[in-house]
């Protein structure tokens, strides 16, 4: 199950008007406890709400660096730019 318990307005519009950009929006769902736990466990992280902000963030940027790569395999020769690997990443 998962419910949007906030709304925003587009950035864009935010800051056109020049209002207070509010929280992100947050999403509930519900997990299984046991994979929760696991995932605690092995980010060393107390909270279920940072352990599971830690695998989505990771995952987003294991998929970014998946486009960069096969973006880069098709360029052709010559044309790749080389820049050193994100420290983020």
Do not use: F, W
Not at 3 to 20: D, K
Not at 51 to 74: K, N, Q, S, W
Request: aromatic content about 2%; glycine content about 6%; proline content about 11%.
């Amino acid at each position: 199950m998962t419910e949007c318990t906030q709304s925003a307005p587009p950035v864009a519009n935010r800051l056109r008007t020049g209002a207070t950009v509010p929280p992100m929006p947050k999403v509930t769902i519900s997990l299984d406890a046991e994979l929760v736990v696991e995932v605690m466990v092995l980010a060393g992280v107390g909270s279920p709400q940072d352990a599971v902000e830690l695998v989505v963030r990771d995952y987003i940027a294991r998929g970014h660096r998946t486009e960069a790569r096969v973006a880069a395999r098709d360029e052709p020769e010559g044309k790749q730019d080389v820049r050193p690997p994100d420290p983020q990443a």
